[in-house]
């Protein structure tokens, strides 16, 4: 009984530890430097060219152009494209874009974040307090990704 005792008080200590995440910086479209650091509240991150659509519609729909303004980094990963294609193509239709994107360009560069709850096709969105995780959510559709921007964050910053 004291060793199912101890091995309970073991799993809920491990469940309530937080993930810290350490300060990193990005570079980004624009080759300007963007930090992760204690402000971020909200992070996103896409991994695929979809997920990146459901962002760019959404930031757009919205007229989220400083993200700054509301403590949010956006993190596109595009580590798997070709070099040829990053830098003739991605890139430049970036930088068109009204928001600044930091670029996840190197293998790794992902994996040192040590997120765990990430999916490769869905717009991932962490909720960070003093770089501290508090949640993860995964959105597979600009629709909820909006209601969930206009709600969880423009909607806070309303108050």
Excluded: C, H
Aim: aromatic share 8%; charged share 20%; no cysteine.
């Amino acid at each position: 009984m004291k060793a199912l005792l101890i091995s309970i008080m073991m799993v809920f200590a491990v469940s309530v530890q937080a993930q810290t995440m350490a300060k990193q910086s990005f570079e980004d479209q624009w080759e300007k430097p963007v930090e992760l650091n204690e402000q971020t509240k909200w992070l996103v991150i896409t991994q695929s060219k979809d997920a990146g659509k459901i962002v760019k519609e959404s930031f757009e729909t919205l007229g989220l152009n400083d993200l700054a303004q509301i403590n949010m980094l956006y993190l596109a990963d595009i580590s798997g494209m070709p070099g040829f294609i990053t830098s003739m193509f991605a890139i430049p239709k970036m930088r068109d874009y009204g928001f600044q994107i930091g670029l996840i360009n190197e293998d790794g560069q992902l994996a040192a974040l040590e997120l765990t709850s990430l999916d490769s096709e869905k717009v991932s969105v962490v909720s960070l307090n003093n770089l501290e995780v508090m949640d993860t959510q995964l959105f597979e559709d600009d629709v909820a990704f909006k209601a969930f921007l206009q709600s969880n964050v423009l909607g806070k910053l309303a108050k």
